[in-house]
């Protein structure tokens, strides 16, 4: 089956300006997180989604992140405006539902690698 | 608050050594555990993952890890380490009582030398 997809691989952009992100999860996985990435840091969730609602978004900076999942398939995540310490890898990671219980096995894609100059 | 603490930053290891890589967790209850890779230039696979019954799991290339709830411990073992192990390990944890929020460590960076 194909995985978890993500574009842009790499991304540059001077602080202040916007930039978006894209999330296409494995076909039928229900659940859709968004991580970031730090040079020397495990990834940190920003935003879990459960088919088209946000289920956990309390690591998000909501001033400046937003992230939205219509029709509970694709999703994108936008800042704006970036600031330096946004440099890091945005990662998509999806799961599927089993039963009366949640997978908790996480798929994850290839990652953006942004740089905020 | 919930946390996962990876022990050692950066190892070196001559190919045929053993490893070990420390893992503790910080959370109550039933936990999910997992092991994840992140090979040079690719993504994060997942290694192994324990969700109940034997403690002792056996992941893919090798790799083992040992639950062991009173030490709060998920180490991850290899008998004989090779140069295409050479990688960064994650460790991660998740309370079943919860939505899946999954914590990461920070992160093992292990080079193996020929």
């Known amino acids: 089956e194909a995985g978890v997809a993500q574009s842009p691989r790499y991304k540059i952009i001077e602080k202040r300006q916007s930039v978006a992100f894209w999330c296409n999860p494995i076909?039928?996985?229900?659940?859709l997180y968004w991580y970031q990435q730090i040079l020397g840091q495990g990834p940190k969730l920003l935003i879990q989604f459960q088919n088209n609602g946000v289920v956990d978004d309390s690591q998000l900076p909501k001033d400046r992140f937003s992230a939205e999942r219509l029709k509970g398939v694709d999703s994108t995540l936008k800042i704006q405006p970036a600031k330096l310490e946004d440099s890091a890898v945005y990662l998509c990671?999806?799961?599927?539902?089993?039963?009366?219980?949640?997978?908790?096995?996480?798929?994850f894609g290839p990652g953006t690698r942004l740089t905020v100059l | 608050a919930q946390s996962v603490s990876q022990h050692n930053h950066h190892v070196i290891l001559s190919e045929a050594a053993s490893l070990e890589l420390g893992c503790n967790y910080s959370?109550?209850?039933?936990?999910?555990l997992f092991w994840y890779v992140q090979y040079p230039g690719q993504h994060l696979q997942l290694l192994l993952k324990?969700?109940?019954?034997?403690?002792l799991v056996k992941g893919i290339k090798g790799f083992e890890a040992e639950f062991i709830k009173s030490k709060f411990s998920f180490n991850l073992r290899k008998p004989s380490v090779q140069w295409s192990d050479t990688a960064e390990y994650f460790c991660?944890?998740?309370?079943?009582?919860?939505?899946?929020?999954?914590?990461f460590g920070t992160g093992t960076r292990l080079q193996v030398t020929l």
């Open positions: 076909s039928g996985h229900a659940t």
């Open positions: 959370y109550g209850g039933t936990v999910n």
């Open positions: 990671a999806s799961s599927s539902y089993v039963r009366d219980r949640w997978s908790n096995e996480q798929f």
């Open positions: 324990y969700f109940s019954g034997d403690p």
């Open positions: 991660a944890a998740v309370n079943t009582g919860t939505a899946s929020k999954l914590t």
